[in-house]
């Protein structure tokens, strides 16, 4: 079936690294990705990895998946107030479409 | 070109009223994806257009809900008839034709059924 969970809740302190976690059920998914989505705007795509990846990194952003477990985490270094949005995990779905199936989003809390 | 635009931003409406969103998409982006979102959860897919063709639908998209492509270009998304339950942030998205591609969104139309 396709389900993609998060945890709901983070906050953190300004300056600490954040560590968002996703998990996944469709093992054929070939591609994740991380959106963020401020309030009152759209879905802004963060990063992606490719399935045969384990880890990738772009700036303070660092994705790293376990395919075995079906486990991807989103980590954001030297957190910043910018940061406090909601964060959705994402996978491709198989099959020629590329339709995305979505968590429910983790809303990431960020204290001066 | 400006990203993907929608139309309205905000909609209020009463039940049994109709409506019709409009999605400006990025314009080389021959794929125009169609999501709906209620608060506190994700997107969910409701139906995509790779030009004009309608590819896929949902079955979260009942006989109420059209969505058209006429020219490949803009889109259209028609609800018959809404219900409370339509309330909802309406999404579009865009992107080109491939294996992995990224889809851009819109700001989204915000349905309220009063």
């Known amino acids: 079936g396709e389900d993609v969970e998060q945890s709901l809740f983070l906050s953190v302190r300004e300056g600490d690294s954040s560590v968002i976690n996703c998990t996944y059920t469709d093992s054929s998914s070939t591609y994740l990705y991380w959106y963020k989505q401020e309030p009152g705007a759209g879905l802004q795509l963060l990063t992606y990895?490719?399935?045969n990846m384990d880890m990738k990194q772009d700036q303070r952003l660092t994705v790293l998946l376990n395919k075995k477990d079906k486990h991807l985490s989103l980590r954001i270094a030297d957190t910043q107030t910018g940061d406090s949005a909601i964060y959705f995990c994402a996978e491709a779905y198989a099959g020629n479409n590329r339709k995305l199936i979505w968590g429910l989003g983790t809303s990431l809390a960020v204290n001066p | 070109d400006t990203g993907v635009s929608q139309n309205p931003r905000h909609k209020i409406t009463k039940r049994g009223q109709n409506v019709t969103f409009r999605c400006d998409p990025i314009?080389?982006?021959?794929?125009l994806y169609w999501y709906r979102q209620t608060l506190g959860q994700g997107p969910e897919f409701l139906t995509y257009?790779?030009?004009?063709?309608?590819?896929?639908k949902s079955r979260l998209l009942s006989d109420r809900f059209s969505a058209e492509r006429p020219k490949g270009s803009f889109s259209t998304l028609e609800i018959q008839r809404t219900e409370q339950g339509d309330s909802a942030m309406y999404l579009c998205a865009s992107s080109l034709a491939g294996v992995n591609t990224e889809a851009f969104f819109g700001q989204g139309t915000r349905l309220t059924v009063v």
């Open positions: 314009s080389e982006h021959n794929r």
């Open positions: 990895i490719f399935s």
């Open positions: 257009f790779q030009n004009e063709a309608q590819l896929e």
